[in-house]
């Protein structure tokens, strides 16, 4: 560890992940890097049903209606520049036709609502507790959807709002999915749109709910990828362009640091064989007709069968086609 960064320890999990667990990711994009990342080693995880999530009123409102097997209808929507919308979704799932719309809408739904009766983990991580409410009917939004901002008040949660709509969704999914374990985090992604002490006060806010639901869930855990970030890296070499947002590198070391707690020995073996299938798959030679490619195609092809013979739950389909040549 560089002098120059401070050392931080973290336990291994009780009940680390195993590979063949389902696992829902929901909330903010940075969800969407950890979710990515289990997909890359061929886990079956689902991301985000209602597309990004960055506040914890819209994420309760989402998980609730996956428990409830929400429909939604025609008067669900609105339509803004000729585009309908839903202010429960993000703007992924908008269209021109509104039955389309509907369409993507309630089928998400309703995957997310079969995958949570039988997911082993879930992952949630908070993005802001800015909250915004249409003025006319006071109903809080997960989106805007570029829509004039006189539409919208803005309001900063107060901590037990938080802890209430987190703890009736939990309290809800835990009833029909009593052994899942959960594991929250608060993104690392700064929101300076708000002013950088407002984005202060929206992250301790968030720490501080998902710090009292670890303490009155037993089936909570709660994983620091925002002081990994925050105070480890602690430097803008780890940020994009826009300095808000970590970038791969911080995303990698946030990814280790995860893996390294959830994982098993086992568990990082196998993820660290089927990481290096992927990148050889995603290789494509300028001189596939060589010697050297051809044996690099059979090295693979006998790693594959290895795995596949131990794991035969693994789907290696595309990577057969691939290094079967």
């Known amino acids: 560890m560089s002098t120059f960064q401070i050392a931080i320890s973290l336990p291994k999990n009780e009940h680390p992940i195993t590979h063949r667990e389902q696992v829902l990711l929901i909330g903010s994009c940075f969800t969407e890097h950890i979710g990515k990342r289990l997909e890359q080693i061929k886990m079956a995880a689902m991301l985000n049903p209602n597309g990004i999530l960055f506040n914890p009123l819209s994420v309760a ?3 609730q209606s996956y428990i409830d097997e929400r429909k939604y209808h025609q008067h669900d929507l609105f339509m803004q520049d000729e585009i309908w919308h839903c202010w429960d979704f ?14 993507q809408m309630n089928d998400s739904v309703g995957q997310a609502a079969q995958f949570i009766r039988r997911t082993d983990r879930l992952i949630i991580t908070l993005g802001s507790a800015y909250q915004y409410y249409l003025k006319e009917d006071n109903i ?3 989106n805007c959807h570029r829509a004039p901002g006189a539409w919208f008040e803005k309001r900063l949660l107060p901590t037990e709002s938080i802890i209430t709509a987190l703890s009736d969704a939990l309290n809800n ?4 999915r009593p052994e899942l ?15 950088v002490v407002e984005n202060n ?7 501080e709910a998902v710090h009292h639901l670890t303490a009155v869930f037993p089936s909570c855990s709660y994983f620091p990828a925002y002081e990994l970030v925050i105070d480890v890296l602690r430097d803008y070499r780890f940020y994009d362009i826009d300095m808000a947002h970590p970038n791969y590198a911080a995303t990698q070391f946030v990814w280790e640091h995860f893996s390294n707690t959830y994982f098993d020995a086992e568990m990082q073996q196998l993820s660290g064989q089927l990481q290096d299938i992927i990148t050889a798959f995603n290789h494509r030679s300028r001189f596939p007709e060589t010697s050297a490619h051809k044996n690099f195609l059979k090295s693979y092809r006998r790693k594959i069968e290895q795995l596949a013979q131990k794991y035969p739950y693994i789907n290696f389909d595309s990577e057969r086609a691939y290094f079967n040549g």
Do not use: N, W
């Open 61 to 63: 409102h989402a998980l």
């Open 90 to 103: 993000h703007s992924r799932f908008s269209h021109t036709d509104s039955k389309q719309a509907l369409q």
């Open 140 to 142: 809080p939004v997960a």
């Open 173 to 176: 999914l835990l009833k029909i």
């Open 181 to 195: 374990k959960i594991i929250l985090t608060i993104s690392p992604v700064r929101h300076l749109r708000d002013g």
């Open 201 to 207: 006060r929206s992250k301790a806010r968030l720490i």
